[in-house]
């Protein structure tokens, strides 16, 4: 993809089936000069396309897309994409709805009549010589009404020099109708007019389309119910006054105020207020988080008790809410490796079955002898292959699997990702917000015998020093005092790689590492609680107080609660966790000790990070890399699948496959669960789609003729049953992927 190319998803009206997708993707990516790429996804009737606007614009690929048979659905002012695309999917299932109801009100009395007079009653008017004209009186508005797009598309394909669904429908119906007709003209030929079969046909397969379309709708939920999570207006202060005003008229810089129990409309900065805003849709945590001035909220999240007022940072698709609806879009759309077999299968499965129903039409005819059975097997091997299961097998269970786990705050960058998760059997993590909070605490204060100050007041003292420290160990040192009284530092001097040095209530405070406070050493009664706190992981700081050194402070990064029974759980599924991570040995000793990891790699820049992920992948297991900061991008790009957790920085989350929204090491169960599951469902589809078409051709053809004891419409297949087979086999493809959303992961 150039710099000057154009990616956009839209909607496509008319595929069916992965034939279907092949036209669209070969009529874009292959014919149309300027397109660079061209991936379709059938689960959601979409294509996206990747061109140079330089070269093709909207309106060509809509041609181009037109002359394969198929409409694409450009969007218009007045719509964003993602409303154009339920307005297309909602006509369509109209469409099929009107088509289906014309055939089930003629179908019903034509299939009623048929039987009636093929069972024998003795009603004479069933064997008027008027009774087959009424018959294909009935059938015609169904071949013209309920047929009609299937014609059409068999046409525009076969122009295109394509076959597809339609095609085998269309050849199936039209034949049994062409054949009813010439009965009905020419008496002589023998036989009854099956006008019914082919009005049966046409007209339960149209009930399948309808089904499958409705299905397919609940499988895309996942997107919709998250951007229905942001407001569609919001309160705009401007010049004093509050307006209320639609959210896609807000930019950057406005301000808008946001009271209790509304949703926060945009990303922001709040200016004014405190508030307890409830953020689990992107945390998970399930207490509210206290904001106030100088503090981000997110759009979508929720103000629980307070009024604030929010400066607009990030509006549109750079809101929060935006990227992880799109990051779920793209990999819902993208197309797993293991899809490319029912690809393969579907460029000439079409051909194949149509030289099948040949063979078959000419081998019964020659065994038989007679036109009208042979040509009831022709049209039954034509109406039961259906290439429709075998297109949705894989494309519905990811779009399925990606909205449970973004529900589950698991964001897969793409299908490939989903597929690769589940066989991750090595997994390096890195230490600092990953395995631990990312949020040190202070743990120890221990005052030298001496020195004159009380614990309160040797507190005091390192508090306020290091109350303007912005470095994190500083942070957490001031925020041990809560909301206590203390005293404010005069003069305050980072010294970077160090500490700080402050005036508090007329004393010189230094804070900072051993070997800077005291490079002979620290005094012999506060040397062993040293060593002994940075044996346990500690961060330990010595304290001087006018040139002597009065005690000591330790800070400690504390473990995520749920990381041990995380690494337990993910030893126990077989995959074996190593911690991987820049802290020195004394520290990541520690935390590897309590968490019970065996292999520990430590002090590691983020080129050794790299170079041990690669050294992994060269012993040919499937390696996971998990990390949050800017110097675990390196490594997560590196391995097969990189796990970023979802406070980290921009950049790691950019470089991993997978983005941990919530949690640390247990979302990466999570993760490799929901791979699992949404693979066994992809198998599960494949082995219905290919096992439905292994075994029902044969049967169609006339396999099971010299069984006895089965019914006769089963042992020579009647198209009828073709039809409704086939219609079931798309529906039950797309349903079992259903299935899979209702799972609830742990």
């Avoid at 003795?122 to 169904?142: D, K, N």
């Avoid at 010049?239 to 209320?244: C, K, L, P, Q, V």
């Avoid at 299968?345 to 038989?368: D, N, Q």
Wanted: hydrophobic share 50%; net charge neutral.
């Amino acid at each position: 993809m150039t710099n000057q190319s154009v990616q956009t998803t839209l909607p496509v009206l008319g595929m069916h089936c992965a034939g279907c997708a092949a036209a669209v993707e070969k009529a874009l990516g292959r014919e149309t000069p300027g397109v660079l790429s061209a991936a379709v996804s059938l689960a959601d009737d979409s294509v996206t396309v990747s061109y140079d606007p330089s070269r093709v614009g909207p309106d060509a690929l809509a041609a181009a897309v037109a002359a394969a048979g198929f409409e694409l659905v450009l969007p218009t002012p007045q719509m964003s994409a993602e409303e154009t695309a339920r307005a297309a999917r909602r006509r369509e299932e109209a469409a099929h709805r009107r088509e289906f109801l014309v055939g089930a009100v003629f179908t019903a009395p034509l299939f009623v009549l048929s039987m009636a007079r093929d069972l024998g009653f003795a009603a004479p008017w069933l064997h008027a010589a008027w009774m087959p004209w009424l018959l294909g009186a009935l059938a015609t508005p169904v071949q013209f009404v309920t047929g009609r797009t299937f014609y059409a598309g068999a046409w525009r394909g076969l122009r295109a020099g394509a076959a597809n669904m339609d095609t085998l429908v269309s050849l199936g119906a039209g034949a049994a109708y062409l054949h009813a007709v010439a009965l009905l003209l020419a008496p002589g030929l023998g036989g009854h007019p099956g006008f019914e079969t082919a009005a049966v046909i046409l007209t339960l397969v149209r009930l399948g389309k309808l089904l499958e379309a409705r299905a397919r709708g609940r499988a895309g939920d996942a997107i919709a119910a998250l951007l229905a999570l942001a407001p569609e207006r919001a309160c705009l202060l401007r010049d004093g006054a509050e307006r209320d005003v639609p959210v896609a008229a807000l930019r950057p810089g406005d301000v808008v105020r946001v009271r209790p129990g509304e949703r926060v409309p945009v990303d922001g900065l709040v200016t004014g207020g405190h508030a307890a805003v409830d953020e689990s849709m992107f945390t998970g945590e399930p207490l509210p988080a206290d904001r106030g001035p100088g503090d981000e909220v997110l759009g979508g999240s929720i103000d629980r008790d307070g009024l604030l007022t929010v400066r607009v940072t990030a509006v549109g698709e750079q809101t929060a809410l935006a990227r992880v609806a799109d990051l779920v879009r793209r990999a819902q759309q993208s197309k797993a490796p293991v899809q490319r077999l029912a690809d393969r299968v579907a460029a000439v499965f079409v051909p194949a079955i149509a030289a099948v129903a040949l063979l078959t039409f000419a081998g019964w005819w020659v065994i038989g002898g007679e036109f009208a059975p042979a040509l009831t097997r022709l049209i039954a091997v034509l109406v039961v292959a259906c290439p429709c299961a075998l297109g949705l097998a894989t494309p519905t269970a990811v779009m399925v699997g990606t909205g449970l786990a973004a529900r589950h705050g698991v964001l897969f960058r793409d299908a490939a990702a989903l597929e690769r998760a589940h066989r991750v059997s090595t997994l390096l993590v890195d230490k600092t917000g990953t395995l631990t909070a990312g949020r040190p605490e202070a743990t120890d204060w221990i005052v030298a015998d001496g020195c004159g100050l009380s614990p309160e007041r040797f507190a005091d003292l390192v508090q306020a020093a290091e109350a303007p420290s912005e470095h994190p160990v500083g942070r957490a040192l001031a925020a041990a005092a809560g909301a206590r009284p203390r005293p404010v530092a005069t003069s305050f001097r980072a010294v970077p790689g160090h500490g700080v040095t402050a005036v508090v209530a007329g004393s010189e405070v230094r804070v900072g590492k051993p070997a800077w406070i005291a490079p002979q050493g620290a005094p012999a009664e506060l040397r062993d609680a040293a060593d002994r706190l940075a044996g346990e992981g500690r961060t330990v700081m010595l304290v001087e107080v006018d040139g002597d050194v009065a005690g000591l402070v330790a800070v400690r990064d504390a473990l995520r609660p749920e990381s041990a029974a995380a690494v337990l759980d993910l030893e126990t599924l077989g995959v074996d966790v190593i911690m991987l991570t820049g802290d020195g040995p004394l520290a990541a000793a520690a935390v590897a000790r309590d968490l019970g990891i065996g292999q520990v790699f430590d002090s590691a820049t983020p080129s050794d990070k790299a170079a041990m992920v690669a050294g992994f992948l060269a012993d040919c297991c499937v390696v996971g890399m998990v990390g949050d900061g800017v110097n675990d991008a390196p490594a997560l790009a590196t391995a097969d699948v990189g796990f970023a957790v979802g406070h980290g920085s921009h950049i790691a989350i950019e470089a991993a496959d997978v983005t941990l929204v919530r949690g640390g090491l247990g979302a990466v169960r999570r993760a490799r669960e929901l791979s699992r599951l949404t693979m066994r469902t992809v198998r599960q589809n494949l082995a219905w789609a290919f096992g439905y078409n292994l075994v029902l051709i044969p049967v169609a053809a006339g396999a099971l003729h010299g069984v006895s004891g089965l019914p006769a419409a089963l042992r020579d297949f009647h198209p009828m049953l073709a039809a409704a087979a086939m219609a079931f086999s798309s529906v039950s493809v797309v349903l079992n992927s259903l299935r899979l959303g209702g799972r609830r992961i742990v």
